[in-house]
C-alpha cells in the first residue's frame, strides 16, 4: 500500500504561480511513476504530468508543457508540481498518483494504483 497526501492548492491570480507537493508514504520502494492528474469543474480527469522515480524521465500534456514542471525527492518521498502562468483553464482539483508498474501509458488513469485525496486550485483572470 502507497499513501499519498497533497498540499498546497489555493486561489491565485492568473499569471501567477503555485506549487503542488505530494507526500507518499508506504512500500515507496515499489513505485516506478508518479504523476498528477486535474479534474476542473463539470469535467473528467484529465493527465498533467508523470515522472519516474528512479530515471531521468518526465512527460506533460500539451496544455501545462512549457509552464508545469514536476521534480521529486526521493530521499523525502516527495513530489513537486511547479505550476507558472497559471489561467484561468487551469482551475481543477488536483490530485497525485503512484504507479507501480514499468512500462506504463502514462497519460492513462488505469495505469495508476493509488491516488491521493485531492487539493483544489482556482485560478482568477
Known amino acids: 500500500q502507497v499513501q499519498l497526501v497533497e498540499s498546497g492548492g489555493g486561489l491565485v491570480q492568473a499569471g501567477g504561480s503555485l506549487r503542488l507537493s505530494c507526500a507518499a508514504s508506504g512500500r515507496t520502494a515499489r513505485v516506478n511513476f508518479m504523476a498528477w492528474f486535474r479534474q476542473p469543474p463539470g469535467k473528467e480527469r484529465e493527465f498533467v504530468g508523470v515522472i519516474s522515480w528512479s530515471r531521468d524521465y518526465t512527460r506533460y500534456s500539451d496544455s501545462v508543457k512549457g509552464r508545469f514542471a514536476i521534480s521529486r525527492d526521493n530521499a523525502k518521498n516527495m513530489v513537486y508540481l511547479q505550476m507558472n502562468s497559471l489561467k484561468p483553464e487551469d482551475t481543477a482539483v488536483y490530485y497525485c498518483?503512484?504507479?507501480?508498474?514499468?512500462?506504463?501509458?502514462?497519460?492513462?488513469?488505469?495505469?495508476?494504483?493509488?491516488w491521493g485525496q485531492g487539493t483544489q486550485v482556482t485560478v482568477s483572470s
Open positions: 498518483a503512484a504507479a507501480m508498474k514499468d512500462p506504463i501509458v502514462s497519460s492513462r488513469r488505469s495505469e495508476y494504483d493509488y
